[in-house]
């Protein structure tokens, strides 16, 4: 399985970016699918997934800025991020998981400037 990331840049505060990230295959192969961050020195933390079924879930500090959505004609999950702040600055990998494997895509780099 092959997840290929792409979108990252440099953003200045209260910008928005969208990141992308492109599966091998089907994403309803996959029990879900998100995007984790991580700063360098710090554990990569989940940002937001989106499940089979379509539910989906947010760590705390993205809700209602950041948005996780997926377009299934092209294998895609994507994150679109609004209101973006210094904090939110991290390497961003795309995740997806299945019953027993965790697939990780190569990080994009989302700088937020101030």
């Known amino acids: 399985v092959q997840l290929q990331a792409y979108g990252g840049g440099l953003v200045q505060v209260g910008g928005s970016l969208r990141l992308s990230c492109a599966a091998s295959r089907r994403i309803f192969s996959f029990n879900d699918m998100g995007w984790y961050r991580q700063v360098q020195g710090k554990q990569r933390e989940l940002v937001a997934r989106i499940i089979r079924g379509g539910n989906t879930a947010y760590a705390d500090s993205v809700k209602g800025r950041f948005t996780i959505s997926r377009d299934v004609a092209k294998n895609t999950v994507s994150l679109q991020m609004n209101s973006l702040q210094p904090d939110d600055t991290a390497v961003y990998y795309c995740?997806?998981?299945?019953?027993?494997?965790?697939?990780w895509g190569k990080g994009t780099l989302v700088t937020v400037s101030s």
């Open positions: 995740n997806a998981r299945t019953y027993d494997m965790h697939y």
